[in-house]
């Protein structure tokens, strides 16, 4: 086969493009599966910690990677597609993992967590139900409260009892907001979560309603559902969204990722002033 620059040219018959983000989240079961067998991943690692009472079983394939840690008391069930627990992560007591299922390295899945068809990614925090979602790497979602059909970016914070429905109570089409053409948009589905952009955050007991729209580095805290399109650096809720400073949020970023040994590179801040500069000349607060 042909090479060029080094590099071997294949050829590819069966592409999936993603249009949306939705794509990814319906359908982020099959990619998981497709992925990891693609991948070859598969087995229980001798350098795994894995007790005699967890639970291990199911149709399809499993996989635990080195130093990986299952307590006792946990379930991971592959009956339904793959579940894959890579090296350093641990699955705490009681927390079941329903395949497709991916657990990113050095991530913790919290006691009695209920996780299904999700991929959550390097060094997240996860716990109480997830389901169809993508979290990026370094994300927390540690407590109890439902995240569904839900696209969350890396270094987000959702608070304890945060909660997002991720379909409407009249099961129509849900609408989004659009960033690009900054309008809503109908989006063909009837289950879509929250979207939210990265070093995002929530308090405690937060309510985002179905298809909500949450841009980079917000604060987002207060009662009764969200607004469903908040822009990026914005701060409270629905009774009033002000500006978040860059420099506040910058300080906030640091301290937050000191704590898991990382630093705010020169380039991704450089990024988020940007991200701000052209907020600035926006339309101004959601919906």
């Known amino acids: 086969m042909p090479r060029f620059d080094g590099l071997e040219r294949v050829e590819v018959t069966d592409i999936q493009f993603l249009d949306r983000l939705w794509d990814l989240t319906s359908n982020v079961g099959r990619y998981i599966d497709d992925d990891a067998s693609a991948m070859?991943?598969?087995?229980?690692?001798?350098?795994?910690?894995?007790?005699?009472?967890?639970?291990?079983?199911?149709?399809?394939?499993?996989?635990?990677?080195?130093?990986?840690v299952v307590e006792a008391g946990a379930v991971l069930l592959s009956d339904d597609g793959p579940v894959i627990v890579e090296a350093d992560?641990?699955?705490?007591?009681?927390?079941?993992?329903?395949?497709?299922?991916?657990?990113?390295?050095?991530?913790?899945?919290?006691?009695?967590?209920?996780?299904?068809?999700?991929s959550a990614g390097e060094q997240c925090r996860v716990g109480g139900e997830i389901?169809?979602?993508?979290?990026?790497?370094?994300?927390?979602?540690?407590?109890?409260?439902?995240?569904?059909?839900?696209?969350?970016?890396?270094?987000?914070?959702?608070?304890?009892?945060?909660?997002?429905?991720?379909?409407?109570?009249?099961?129509g089409e849900v609408i989004?907001?659009?960033?690009?053409?900054?309008?809503?948009?109908?989006?063909?589905?009837?289950?879509?979560?929250?979207?939210?952009?990265?070093?995002s955050r929530s308090g405690i007991n937060t309510m985002f309603n179905t298809g909500t729209v949450v841009g980079l580095s917000c604060n987002i805290f207060g009662a009764g559902y969200q607004p469903r399109h908040i822009p990026s650096f914005s701060w409270g809720g629905l009774e009033r969204l002000v500006d978040y400073s860059p420099e506040k949020a910058f300080t906030s970023m640091r301290e937050m990722m000191a704590r898991r040994g990382e630093t705010l590179s020169p380039e991704e801040e450089g990024v988020l002033r940007e991200v701000y500069e052209r907020r600035q000349g926006g339309t101004g607060n959601g919906e």
């Open 176 to 199: 989004l907001y659009n960033e690009h053409l900054r309008q809503y948009e109908p989006s063909g589905q009837q289950f879509v979560g929250l979207v939210m952009g990265d070093h």
């Open 89 to 118: 992560a641990r699955v705490m007591a009681g927390a079941i993992l329903r395949g497709p299922c991916h657990i990113g390295r050095g991530a913790h899945v919290r006691m009695g967590a209920r996780i299904s068809a999700t």
């Open 131 to 171: 389901s169809n979602s993508v979290l990026l790497a370094f994300t927390n979602k540690s407590h109890d409260g439902y995240l569904g059909n839900s696209y969350i970016g890396a270094w987000c914070n959702l608070g304890a009892d945060t909660n997002t429905s991720n379909l409407r109570n009249d099961y």
């Open 40 to 68: 070859g991943i598969r087995g229980v690692s001798d350098d795994a910690v894995v007790s005699a009472h967890s639970v291990l079983a199911g149709n399809h394939f499993m996989a635990v990677g080195p130093h990986a």
